[in-house]
């Protein structure tokens, strides 16, 4: 187990990081209330986790070429923030996210608890009825290994719900040839809120030696550093 100054000194960084961002989403609200000139009220509730490089792990950037209108309250955001601390950047990191829909087939109404990737996905639907995984690829610009990650989850069956997205040829694997339709018989086992987990997709051999490498380089340097202690 981790412990001493390093250690603790990382977990109050991280409480301090949960605790200013909770006292800069108040602001916000305040700063879009009262900027000028006024604009109409952002179509969507937005809440943001601000995280300090190297108290957090690092995550894996995803990149994803958002609709107009998400992008425009990013970056309103980014100029608040901007304008609270100068001299430093923010780097979104939308894989990490997730978001509330509302969703609805036919009569009934459902909340959907997906990734933000996921919701960038099912947005395209209010616009058409039939996307092929060649065009998600190229509207989104998502990274394909995250693109299949996430879209398969939208069309696997569960315990409790249907699937999201139908996916023509039915199979486990995602191509590029797929074609992708709203489910219209989407139904539930009496849920009105619903939580779409992520699937894992299974490393090719070059993911494999990657992660073995990056691995192999923690290891080294876990190792000089127990030697010095030794020494």
């Not at 039915?170 to 489910?183: A, I, M, R």
């Amino acid at each position: 187990a981790e412990c001493g100054y390093q250690f603790t000194n990382k977990m109050e960084g991280m409480f301090k990081d949960l605790k200013i961002s909770k006292e800069l989403l108040q602001k916000y609200k305040l700063f879009l209330k009262t900027r000028t000139p006024a604009l109409p009220p952002p179509p969507f509730d937005l809440s943001v986790q601000v995280l300090t490089t190297g108290y957090w792990p690092a995550p894996v950037e995803s990149f994803c070429d958002m609709s107009e209108f998400l992008r425009e309250q990013l970056d309103a955001y980014r100029t608040f923030y901007c304008k609270q601390f100068s001299g430093r950047r923010l780097t979104w990191h939308l894989n990490m996210g997730n978001a509330d829909l509302r969703f609805s087939c036919g009569e009934a109404r459902y909340e959907l608890n997906v990734s933000t990737l996921q919701m960038c996905i099912l947005l395209l639907f209010n616009d058409a009825d039939r996307i092929s995984f060649t065009e998600l690829e190229a509207t989104l610009k998502i990274p394909p290994h995250d693109l299949k990650r996430n879209i398969l989850s939208l069309c696997l069956k569960h315990q409790t719900h249907s699937c999201v997205l139908v996916k023509e040829p039915h199979s486990q694997d995602v191509e590029k040839s797929d074609v992708f339709t709203l489910n219209a018989a989407f139904k539930t086992k009496n849920l009105r809120r619903i939580k779409i987990s992520s699937v894992a997709i299974r490393e090719t051999e070059l993911e494999k030696r990657k992660t073995y490498e990056n691995i192999n380089e923690d290891r080294k340097w876990e190792i000089d550093a127990a030697i010095v202690r030794i020494m």
